[in-house]
């Protein structure tokens, strides 16, 4: 089966200027009082995350290990008129691929569950290996402490239009015995009342706990974490949230 990733017009479709706008405000109120100029994103995608930063003023490098994804993130920035250092590779050899220190490293966009959880131990230290001292690591994610506690299986987005189609967008999740979640992501296109397209796309994610990354991230000398929903407007609580994000300041 497909992968969404390996799809940006797909994938694309559900993010519009009202996204930005929601974004822009999720990052002045993330970032609010910290010294960040310089910015890496280890999982850049299409810039739908991150090149708003760009446009806010902060100096943006990414990288992403799809260079189908990448590409159209290059389009994006040079209509846009940005200039953002663009790499494909693995997060987990982050550093090998980056050489310069940054205010900020963030993972965007619910990627760190793409790797197993001794894995991603070994992305976060290649992360922390690109943040300069009193810097900061970011990400935001999916509150698997929520999926897995509930056992939740569906999950529906609000329709949306292109142009004069309808877009429906649902997804079903299959717990494996594994442990791994295939998240089985449904496009469904209508026009005049009749659907005329439909995209299926499945990808497999390793749950994680926001404990296990708190760990981590201590034991690598982070401290001062904020950890909010995802988007930022409002304050809820978190135990409750679809998303949530994290922010922690290296020693």
């Known amino acids: 089966m497909d992968r969404l990733y390996e799809r940006p017009d797909i994938y694309d479709l559900a993010y519009t200027e009202e996204t930005y706008k929601i974004l822009k405000e999720h990052y002045m109120k993330m970032f609010k009082d910290c010294q960040i100029s310089s910015i890496l994103d280890c999982s850049f995608g299409t810039g739908n995350l991150t090149i708003v930063l760009a446009e806010m003023g902060y100096?943006?490098?990414?990288?992403?290990?799809?260079?189908?994804?990448?590409?159209?993130?290059?389009?994006?920035?040079l209509k846009k008129g940005l200039d953002i250092e663009l790499k494909q590779c693995d997060f987990r050899n982050l550093s090998k691929n980056f050489h310069d220190k940054y205010d900020c490293v963030m993972s965007?966009?619910?990627?760190?569950?793409?790797?197993?959880?001794?894995?991603l131990e070994k992305v976060l230290r290649e992360m922390d290996a690109l943040v300069r001292d009193k810097g900061y690591?970011?990400?935001?994610?999916?509150?698997?402490d929520k999926i897995i506690r509930t056992h939740q299986r569906f999950y529906f987005y609000p329709p949306f239009f292109k142009d004069d189609i309808r877009i429906n967008l649902f997804q079903i999740w299959d717990h494996n015995s594994d442990g791994t979640i295939t998240f089985n992501i449904v496009y469904s296109f209508e026009k005049e009342n009749k659907v005329i397209q439909r995209e299926i796309f499945e990808e497999i994610?390793?749950?994680?706990?926001?404990?296990?990354?708190i760990k981590v991230l201590d034991e690598l000398g982070y401290y001062d974490f904020k950890i909010k929903p995802y988007p930022?407007?409002?304050?809820?609580?978190?135990?409750?949230?679809?998303?949530?994000?994290?922010?922690a300041r290296k020693k």
Do not use: H, Q
Not at 59 to 77: N, P, Q, T
Not at 137 to 144: A, C, E, H, K, T
Not at 232 to 247: A, T
């Open 59 to 77: 100096k943006v490098s990414a990288s992403d290990i799809s260079e189908a994804m990448l590409e159209k993130g290059r389009e994006k920035a």
């Open 108 to 119: 965007t966009g619910n990627s760190l569950p793409y790797v197993k959880n001794d894995e």
């Open 137 to 144: 690591l970011y990400f935001d994610i999916r509150n698997w």
């Open 205 to 213: 994610y390793n749950p994680v706990s926001k404990d296990f990354i």
């Open 232 to 247: 930022y407007i409002r304050e809820v609580e978190l135990e409750d949230v679809d998303w949530y994000c994290l922010l």
